[in-house]
């Protein structure tokens, strides 16, 4: 393994308060050392004058679709994608084909990526159901002991509410817990966007926030009646974040993350019924978007997850009420994030790599989130002041949807390494 000397960039590690010009030094897939002017000697030297060094970054909630559906996406090119994106590790959920409800499938996922992958550290999360039906709990011990960092059923919600409280018990005893997709569906109805005046405008059926608070209340009083930790995925609305918000006052053992998405569009950009922008939950109002911000900078939203849901585009390239829900988001989520919180003066940059990097390491226990001497080497490079266009056929990802496509941010990733392996580096 060849040592690598980062020269001259500003090196930001939020876990250590670290937030200065400074080479970087990795041995053997470690950092060896932070200061200014160390010696090259036998290492590669990766120039970072006028850029920033910081630990990679860390998705809690994305979306791999291998095994069964490596039509959309699968585990060598998401975890390229995520690379470009600046990410060293990402949690995958489970609702592939086979669901991820067994230690055979987390087996497969954890091997693939090991063998097959770009370097960025896989972290499954499994089923909190059998075949995410809501109605037989899934083997979570064994999971566990195959890999497993978190229980979801991602993509549906648990609608059993004892089922969840048991589910969420016996996660405890094993390490792990809940990932809860927040959303009641017969509230949902047939609605295929947010509920309000664009929905009428456009004669789509709309979808109501409520749908989406009435089960974030569910979660957050269930966790609090049993002591135990839940993590809401995706927050999408004003109320949400609220509930979160006095939760959190209450002693509560809830944690939140919401996306770019969420920070960046509203519903408004559903205008001319572009399916790109179908999303579950959907994009909500400007209230919601500006609480989501809020949300992030006062710290009731714990962190920024992608939720990165590739599509083919044949399932996107058709009437709005018939697109599959979702957005590719590896590839975006940190130019938007820094033009929509940093660039806007919301935050600082190292605020950012907290949400992005520091604060989802420590929740999921994993590697990485800090650039501590003798830590493994997960480093992003980033350019935070140059304009990118996003172009979504340039994307390593096999999923193109998303809204961004042809938009202008601000912040490039130049550079990932993983273990002190360079996995990605732009050209």
């Known amino acids: 393994m060849q040592n690598i000397l980062i020269r001259g960039g500003r090196v930001i590690d939020p876990a250590n308060g670290i937030d200065e010009v400074a080479d970087v030094r990795i041995e053997e897939g470690k950092i060896a050392g932070i200061g200014k002017n160390l010696s090259a000697g036998?290492?590669?030297?990766?120039?970072?004058?006028?850029r920033v060094v910081a630990p990679g970054f860390?998705?809690?909630?994305?979306?791999?679709?291998?095994?069964?559906?490596?039509?959309?996406?699968?585990?060598?090119?998401?975890?390229?994608?995520?690379a470009h994106g600046g990410f060293t590790g990402v949690c995958c959920m489970p609702n592939t084909k086979p669901v991820n409800d067994s230690a055979a499938v987390t087996r497969y996922i954890i091997e693939k990526a090991q063998t097959q992958g770009s370097g960025v550290h896989v972290y499954p999360v499994g089923a909190i159901s059998k075949g995410l039906e809501g109605v037989e709990m899934a083997e979570i011990g064994r999971m566990k002991q195959a890999g497993i960092v978190a229980i979801s059923d991602d993509g549906r919600p648990v609608t059993n509410s004892n089922l969840f409280r048991l589910a969420m018990q016996y996660a405890s005893h094993f390490g792990v817990f809940i990932m809860s997709h927040s959303e009641?569906?017969?509230?949902?109805?047939?609605?295929?966007?947010?509920?309000?005046?664009?929905?009428?405008?456009?004669?789509?059926?709309?979808?109501?926030?409520?749908?989406?608070?009435?089960?974030?209340?569910?979660?957050?009083?269930?966790?609090?009646?049993?002591?135990?930790?839940?993590?809401?995925?995706?927050?999408?609305?004003?109320?949400?974040v609220q509930?979160?918000?006095?939760?959190?006052?209450?002693?509560?053992?809830?944690?939140?993350?919401?996306?770019?998405?969420?920070?960046?569009?509203?519903?408004?950009?559903?205008?001319?019924?572009?399916?790109?922008?179908?999303?579950?939950?959907?994009?909500?109002?400007?209230?919601?978007?500006?609480?989501?911000?809020?949300?992030?900078?006062?710290?009731?939203?714990?962190?920024?997850?992608?939720?990165?849901?590739?599509?083919?585009?044949?399932?996107?390239?058709?009437?709005?009420?018939?697109?599959?829900?979702?957005i590719s988001g590896f590839e975006t989520a940190f130019c938007v994030s820094n033009s929509m919180l940093v660039k806007s003066g919301r935050m600082t940059l190292p605020r950012l790599i907290e949400l992005m990097s520091?604060?989802?390491?420590?929740?999921?226990?994993?590697?990485?989130?800090?650039?501590?001497?003798?830590?493994?080497?997960?480093?992003?490079?980033?350019?935070?002041?140059?304009?990118?266009?996003?172009?979504?056929s340039k994307f390593f990802s096999k999923g193109k949807n998303t809204p961004f496509d042809g938009k202008t941010y601000c912040g490039a990733v130049c550079a990932t390494l993983a273990d002190g392996r360079v996995i990605y580096e732009e050209a």
């Open 358 to 392: 520091t604060t989802p390491a420590r929740l999921l226990g994993v590697q990485g989130g800090t650039l501590c001497v003798g830590a493994p080497a997960d480093v992003v490079i980033l350019d935070p002041d140059r304009e990118v266009t996003v172009d979504a």
């Open 58 to 82: 860390i998705d809690m909630h994305c979306h791999l679709r291998d095994p069964g559906l490596e039509y959309k996406e699968d585990i060598v090119s998401g975890t390229r994608a995520a």
């Open 243 to 326: 509930l979160v918000r006095e939760a959190k006052a209450r002693g509560v053992r809830v944690t939140a993350e919401t996306t770019p998405h969420y920070i960046a569009a509203t519903d408004a950009w559903v205008e001319g019924y572009d399916s790109r922008c179908r999303v579950n939950p959907p994009l909500r109002e400007e209230a919601d978007r500006l609480a989501c911000i809020e949300g992030l900078v006062d710290g009731t939203l714990d962190c920024i997850a992608t939720d990165h849901a590739p599509h083919h585009e044949d399932e996107k390239r058709c009437e709005f009420h018939l697109a599959a829900s979702g």
């Open 184 to 240: 009641d569906k017969g509230l949902v109805g047939d609605g295929v966007m947010n509920e309000g005046f664009v929905s009428t405008k456009l004669g789509l059926p709309g979808i109501t926030r409520a749908a989406e608070e009435v089960m974030i209340a569910r979660d957050i009083l269930v966790a609090e009646a049993e002591g135990k930790r839940v993590h809401l995925c995706h927050v999408s609305t004003k109320g949400g």
């Open 42 to 50: 036998d290492a590669k030297v990766i120039d970072a004058a006028g």
